[in-house]
């Protein structure tokens, strides 16, 4: 893969949790503040898209069938290409592979990917459980949803249950991935959960859907992200820190093994990593960070194994040997992730890995700043199918030089 586009800006909104007392923004505000930091960041204009390209992640509350159109329109933008994500977690990973794609045919030269929801503004069923369309799940939910297979939370405590039984995990191996994210988050400004906490807190946390605990759960937001995409030759006339995309992996409906009776304990990363990895040309000791879609640390963990940092089954054991702050062997979910950073809806906390990626790889991470970094690695995890664990599953091999 030729490192010929490079990401110039991005922006990040503030999240709220909706209490009382909190500003209201919709989804198109969220939006339209996410592309304006992004553009600020960029130094360039929403004008500068016209003719151009416009990506859109698909938002709960996404209120037209056309929403690409629709936040074109509400954007004052009249690009040439309309882009949609609907790869959930993955969205944003996906948009930029298909962004590449278009720079390097020669159609458009810049995109602008915008992403954006606010699933606290849903009625819900129960908390973090909107009452969303999506939310049925089609046929699968019949076999899931009178059973109380309710959500995110119950449907990986099964998938977690079956990797217990396969292989060793210890509830503390976990318990450290958590506890770490949190200590991120409290470098983080614009993170929604700061104040640290330990281990033992975590132990003492109740358990939600067994094996799964309070502090393993995602932290449900409103919010918006963007980044902007062009080519390596545009980029280095806009800023003298690009970061390239040096190679991309994509594994979609991945079954371990027989469709009848597949492994749930390896994801797709276990096919798109290593694809990402040879076409960027790079091992894994040239690695510098992992930015995984971290929802839950069992998501995390298995990522680390499937991108081939250990064997399948020792995923716990490397995060009990290895330090993952910012200033360590490994680090890893460094502005906090999901887990204690705030999800702004499951499609649009996929852009939390890719930015913080590149917020690294441009030395802006302040007091959580990984020293020298220089290739590292952002993951998209969208969908829960039935009984298997990331529908869509993208690692994303970005660096400071091409």
């Not at 992004?38 to 069938?65: I, P, R, Y």
């Not at 009249?78 to 993955?90: H, I, M, N, T």
């Not at 983080?188 to 807190?201: E, M, N, S, V």
């Not at 062009?230 to 820190?241: C, I, Q, V, W």
Request: proline residues 6%; charged residues 20%; hydrophobic residues 40%.
């Amino acid at each position: 893969m030729r490192a010929d586009v490079a990401i110039v800006g991005y922006g990040r909104t503030p999240y709220s949790r909706a209490k009382p007392g909190e500003p209201v923004l919709t989804v198109d505000e969220y939006i339209a503040w996410a592309a304006d930091l992004a553009l600020q960041k960029a130094g360039m204009s929403k004008n500068d898209f016209d003719g151009q390209g416009l990506g859109v992640s698909h938002a709960e509350v996404a209120h037209t069938v056309n929403w690409s159109a629709a936040t074109a329109e509400n954007l004052g933008i009249s690009p040439q290409v309309l882009l949609r994500g609907d790869q959930g977690g993955a969205s944003a990973a996906s948009l930029l592979i298909r962004a590449a794609a278009m720079i390097r045919a020669g159609i458009v030269d810049r995109v602008l990917v915008v992403g954006a929801d606010t699933p606290l503004d849903i009625p819900s069923l129960a908390p973090g459980l909107p009452l969303s369309p999506e939310r049925t799940r089609g046929v699968y939910w019949d076999f899931q949803g009178p059973f109380g297979v309710m959500g995110a939370s119950a449907q990986f405590a099964l998938v977690q249950t079956r990797y217990r039984h396969q292989y060793a995990l210890k509830d503390e191996q976990l318990g450290k991935i958590a506890v770490t994210n949190r200590f991120h988050a409290s470098l983080h400004p614009g993170a929604i959960y700061r104040q640290p906490f330990t281990l033992d807190d975590y132990m003492n946390s109740r358990v939600l859907s067994d094996p799964i605990r309070l502090l393993d759960c995602v932290p449900i937001v409103n919010g918006g992200l963007a980044y902007i995409v062009t080519s390596a030759e545009t980029a280095r006339t806009l800023t003298d820190r690009p970061v390239y995309l040096l190679g991309a992996g994509e594994a979609n409906n991945y079954y371990h093994g027989s469709r009848a009776l597949p492994d749930i304990t390896t994801t797709g990363y276990a096919v798109a990593a290593p694809l990402a990895m040879q076409r960027a040309g790079v091992r894994h000791e040239d690695i510098d960070f992992l930015q995984p879609y971290d929802d839950y640390p069992f998501i995390a963990m298995m990522t680390i194994e499937d991108h081939g940092f250990c064997r399948k089954g020792e995923g716990g054991r490397f995060v009990e040997e290895h330090d993952l702050r910012f200033d360590g062997d490994f680090p890893m979910s460094t502005d906090g992730g999901q887990l204690s950073g705030g999800q702004p809806g499951g499609a649009i906390g996929g852009f939390m890995p890719l930015v913080e990626a590149v917020t690294q790889l441009r030395g802006e991470a302040g007091d959580r700043q990984v020293r020298d970094a220089r290739i590292g690695i952002a993951c998209g995890f969208g969908g829960i199918p039935y009984g298997r664990p990331g529908r869509s599953c993208i690692s994303l091999i970005l660096g400071t030089e091409p």
